[in-house]
C-alpha cells in the first residue's frame, strides 16, 4: 500500500487559496487519489478524487502531474469553514486484489484566520 | 440523504468492562469499514467487510475486539474488556463497492475508558 506525505499543519487567511500537496512515492498504476476533510468530533467527508491530471468539482480542484508520485488539493477562496484536517489517501483500483484497503495518514490541519 | 448511523453517539465505561458499537450503513453498501481513531491522529482501520465476510481484520486486536455483520448489513463491533488505551472515536463507512467510490462515514462513536 503507498504511503503518503503531507505536511501537519497549514494557515491561511479568508480569502485566499489553499493548496495542500502530498507525496505518494510509491503509487502503484491502478491506484486513485483521494482526498478527505474532517471537521472535530464528525467523520470524514469525501471531497475529491482523481487519477492523472486534474480533476475539478464544486469544492474543489485536484493536480496530479504525469509521474503520479504527489498531488495537490486546491481549495479556492478559503473560509473560516474551511478549517479543518484534510486527509490524502491513495489507494483502490487494483483489479487484483479487489480488497479496497484504505489507508489513512496524519493528515494536515488547515487553520483559516479571519 | 442517505447516512450511516452508527450508535451510542459517546459511551463512557470503566476498564475490564465490555463495549459494543453499532453500524448501519448505507442501503445496498456492500463494504463495511471499521476505523479507530485516537485524538490527535488520523482514522486507523481495524476492519473491513464485504458483505457479511471479512475482508480485513489485520490490524484489529483480536484478544479483546470483535466484529461481525451477520446479515451483511449492520454491523457490530464490540470490546471486552475494554482498557485506557481503548478510549478513542470509532468510525463506520460504507461504500458501494469494495474498490470504488466514496466513503461515506457515520459520526461516529467516542469512547471513554475510566
Known amino acids: 500500500l503507498a504511503k503518503t506525505t503531507q505536511p501537519i499543519s497549514m494557515d491561511s487567511y479568508e480569502g485566499q487559496e489553499v493548496n495542500i500537496t502530498c507525496s505518494h512515492n510509491n503509487i502503484a498504476t491502478n491506484d486513485y487519489i483521494t482526498w478527505y476533510q474532517q471537521f472535530p468530533s464528525q467523520g470524514p467527508r469525501f471531497i475529491i478524487q482523481?487519477?492523472?491530471t486534474k480533476v475539478t468539482n464544486e469544492v474543489a480542484s485536484l493536480f496530479i502531474p504525469a509521474d503520479r508520485k504527489s498531488s495537490t488539493l486546491s481549495l479556492p477562496r478559503v473560509s473560516l469553514s474551511d478549517t479543518a484536517v484534510y486527509y490524502c489517501?491513495?489507494?483502490?483500483?487494483?483489479?487484483?486484489?479487489?480488497?479496497?484497503?484504505?489507508?489513512f495518514g496524519q493528515g494536515t490541519t488547515l487553520q483559516v484566520k479571519p | 440523504e442517505a447516512e450511516v448511523a452508527q450508535s451510542p453517539r459517546y459511551k463512557i465505561t470503566e476498564k475490564s468492562q465490555a463495549v459494543a458499537f453499532w453500524c448501519d450503513p448505507i442501503?445496498?453498501?456492500?463494504?463495511l469499514y471499521w476505523y479507530r481513531q485516537i485524538l490527535g491522529q488520523g482514522p486507523e482501520l481495524l476492519v473491513q467487510?464485504?458483505?457479511?465476510?471479512?475482508?480485513?481484520d489485520s490490524q484489529l486486536p483480536k484478544d479483546r475486539f470483535s466484529a461481525e455483520r451477520l446479515k451483511g448489513v449492520d454491523s457490530t463491533l464490540k470490546i471486552q474488556p475494554a482498557e485506557l488505551g481503548d478510549s478513542a472515536m470509532y468510525l463506520c463507512?460504507?461504500?458501494?463497492?469494495?474498490?470504488?467510490?466514496?466513503?461515506?462515514f457515520g459520526e461516529g462513536s467516542r469512547l471513554t475508558v475510566l
Open positions: 442501503s445496498g453498501h456492500a463494504t
Open positions: 467487510f464485504q458483505d457479511e465476510s471479512v475482508v480485513d
Open positions: 482523481g487519477y492523472k
Open positions: 463507512a460504507s461504500r458501494r463497492m469494495a474498490n470504488t467510490g466514496e466513503l461515506f
Open positions: 489517501l491513495v489507494g483502490d483500483g487494483t483489479p487484483s486484489s479487489n480488497t479496497g484497503k484504505l489507508i
